[in-house]
């Protein structure tokens, strides 16, 4: 069938004439028509149809690059030109864009054929995908439990073959974690690797796209497609762009893995630790030197990233009053009502208690306290990072401290933001972080996270791609 097939397959398959755009496209289509995973928040299939027809007729002429023709799902946070783009939030029910994000025009420049919408935690803010305007997006691998968050959308997608790949953004561990509790191969890349321009914003000093996928192989790919400078986005790297897929099959011998001590202690479920033991010895017979490291002030995470998350969205979020853009709400009495009340009604709770929490660390009396606070522990945890990386070439760990949890089964915000613990220092610290599948718990799929110093995306990959070459979890399938 041609959704069990990987990008690099579909690739020759295309290049081959084995299938058309056009078909695999309307294959997608009728997955996604199909499938109750509730993953999508707007299906664009007259879109796709036409962007299917045009690679086509690209196909046929012979003037295609790699990626012509081929399907995705994009993460409803990128702008799309006259398509909905929602943030998952009813704030943005009605905003149709009209602009691309960069990455959406880098995509759309290689001919590829976007599906549709996915499905996500409002403006990005959450770990379970329970967080949406549009309803829950539930898990392939057992309805009941939760894909992860905020991309879960994405991630149920990728997994459940509705799509060949989606994009993903990763804040506080967004790719990493779903893509770790639905068993695919997500990648966040060195902040400012892939340009923020026209990608909904979060947390601006913290959030980073990448590519779901079901391969390493595949990430790479498609993370060329996506890296490189844009003038428009002051933060990204004006930094060249190797080949990802260039270095995937050197050998790993002699490389030196950092396990985090810090990372092995109490509250990591046990199922999930002998996942992740299993993978190290793995690449141990695979010739790496394991090297337990430190990194003393991970546990800090925590509480500096649900500060300095707060506290940026408060500002970005400010935009959103019911004037410019966005939810307006019904018969104002004045302009403070017209703001008021659009904002109480367009936000969700969560979204609302995060911008309570920045405004009030940003506040004149208690800025020193909190958000300068946070910045200070954010730097230890960036030389922790830094020290460990003189020793080893790449961290090892987990993603989540759980496999994939029930439905409603978190009540409270705190406990939830717990679940985070192994994926936001990466991102106080700007490296790039991976998930791949590394085993089961309980037929639950596990991810074993890897960590690397910047810039060091094709280290990552290769490391990852070897492991893939020798296991067979990346193959695993929640369907047919
Ligand atoms: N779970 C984290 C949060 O809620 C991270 C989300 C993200 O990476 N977008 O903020």
């Not at 790699?66 to 995705?72: C, R």
């Not at 989606?166 to 561990?173: L, P, V």
């Not at 020193?368 to 946070?374: P, R």
């Amino acid at each position: 069938m041609m959704h069990n097939l990987t990008i690099a397959e579909q690739i020759i398959g295309l290049k081959n004439r084995d299938f058309s755009s056009l078909e695999l496209t309307q294959h997608y289509l009728d997955r996604i028509n199909d499938s109750e995973l509730n993953a999508f928040i707007s299906i664009t299939k007259e879109h796709a149809i036409n962007q299917a027809k045009l690679a086509d007729s690209i196909l046929a002429k012979g003037n295609a690059t790699k990626l012509t023709g081929i399907p995705y799902a994009h993460k409803d946070i990128f702008c799309t030109k006259g398509i909905k783009t929602s943030a998952g939030s009813k704030m943005l029910d009605s905003f149709i864009s009209p602009y691309d994000a960069t990455l959406s025009e880098k995509l759309n420049s290689e001919n590829m054929v976007m599906l549709g919408k996915t499905n996500m935690d409002e403006f990005a803010m959450g770990s379970s995908n329970e967080n949406p305007y549009y309803g829950a997006v539930k898990n392939p691998w057992d309805i009941n439990r939760v894909p992860g968050g905020s991309s879960g959308g994405s991630a149920a997608a990728v997994a459940a073959r509705i799509t060949p790949f989606a994009t993903g953004t990763d804040t506080g561990g967004s790719i990493r974690q779903p893509a770790s509790l639905c068993g695919i191969t997500g990648i966040k890349p060195t902040y400012g690797r892939i340009s923020r321009y026209g990608m909904i914003a979060y947390a601006s000093s913290l959030d980073q796209a990448g590519p779901m996928t079901r391969t390493a192989e595949d990430s790479a790919i498609i993370l060329n497609a996506m890296a490189g400078f844009d003038e428009r986005d002051s933060t990204s790297a004006n930094k060249s762009v190797p080949d990802y897929t260039k270095n995937l099959s050197k050998s790993l011998s002699g490389l030196k893995i950092g396990l985090p001590k810090e990372y092995f202690s109490e509250g990591l479920d046990k199922g999930v630790e002998k996942v992740i033991m299993k993978a190290i010895n793995d690449y141990e017979a695979m010739g790496a030197e394991i090297i337990e490291v430190s990194l003393p002030n991970s546990m800090n995470a925590i509480p500096a990233y649900y500060i300095v998350a707060p506290c940026e969205c408060s500002s970005n979020l400010s935009r959103f009053d019911g004037v410019r853009y966005g939810y307006r709400c019904e018969d104002p009495k004045d302009l403070n009502d017209l703001y008021m009340r659009s904002r109480s009604e367009g936000f969700g709770d969560e979204v609302k208690r995060r911008i309570m929490i920045g405004a009030y660390a940003l506040s004149a009396g208690y800025y020193d306290a909190y958000y300068l606070k946070a910045q200070k522990v954010r730097q230890l945890i960036s030389e922790d990072f830094k020290k460990a990386f003189k020793e080893v070439d790449v961290i090892m760990g987990p993603v989540s401290p759980t496999p994939a949890f029930e439905l409603g089964s978190i009540k409270d915000s705190v406990s939830m933001y717990l679940a985070d613990i192994y994926t936001l220092s990466v991102n106080l610290a700007g490296l790039p972080g991976m998930s791949i599948p590394a085993g089961f718990s309980d037929s639950l799929p596990v991810g074993l996270q890897l960590i690397g110093n910047h810039w060091s995306e094709e280290l990552l990959l290769n490391v990852a791609h070897q492991f893939q070459l020798n296991t067979d979890w990346h193959h695993s399938s929640p369907v047919d």
